[in-house]
């Protein structure tokens, strides 16, 4: 889908992002997992709650699975892209160590790949955000739906 001719992920690629270095890419990746692990706790806090208050409805089970499947597939992908970015620290030692002014292949070769790096990190923290709206769209769905079939206790249709 593109808006104004501009693809939407291109759109969500701000300026700043394409000047930081690897050493925000790592901080960020530590700063994403715990904002995963905040949602995660929220997960288990609403389920928990309905659980207590005996409002469970079994066929509404599929949101918390579907959400914790998306926790799981995120925290996978945070843990890809941090060994990403280290790799990509190492390719960095690496021009480091044969000269950074040195004209070669081998430094165009590890400087590509280092910024393909950052390139991954960057979609992947578009793709994190979409996830994380996602499951907490799952857990507010859970968390109503629930509340409004035990008010109700006649069997209503979920879109």
């Known amino acids: 889908m593109t808006h104004l001719g501009v693809p939407r992920l291109k ?14 890419q790592e901080l960020q990746s530590i700063s994403l ?8 706790n929220e ?16 066929d509404l089970e599929y949101l918390i699975t579907e959400a914790k499947d998306l926790i799981v597939l995120t925290k ?14 190492e390719y960095e030692a690496m021009i480091e160590a044969n000269g950074r002014d040195v004209v070669s292949l081998e430094n165009k070769k590890l400087n590509d790949k280092i910024e393909n790096s950052k390139e991954e990190f960057r979609k992947f ?3 994190f955000s979409d996830n994380v709206t996602q499951i907490k769209t ?18 209503q249709e979920i879109c």
């Not at 997992?33 to 995660?40: A, H, W």
């Open 138 to 155: 799952r857990i507010a769905k859970y968390d109503y739906y629930c509340e409004q079939k035990s008010q109700n206790p006649v069997s």
């Open 33 to 40: 997992s715990r904002t995963l692990n905040k949602v995660e």
């Open 11 to 24: 759109r969500r690629l701000s300026i700043n992002t394409l000047t930081e270095t690897l050493e925000d």
């Open 125 to 127: 923290r578009i793709e």
């Open 43 to 58: 997960l288990k806090e609403v389920q928990e709650k309905i659980i207590s208050q005996g409002k469970q409805q079994d």
């Open 76 to 89: 996978n992908r945070i843990e890809e892209n941090l060994r990403m970015v280290k790799k990509a620290k």
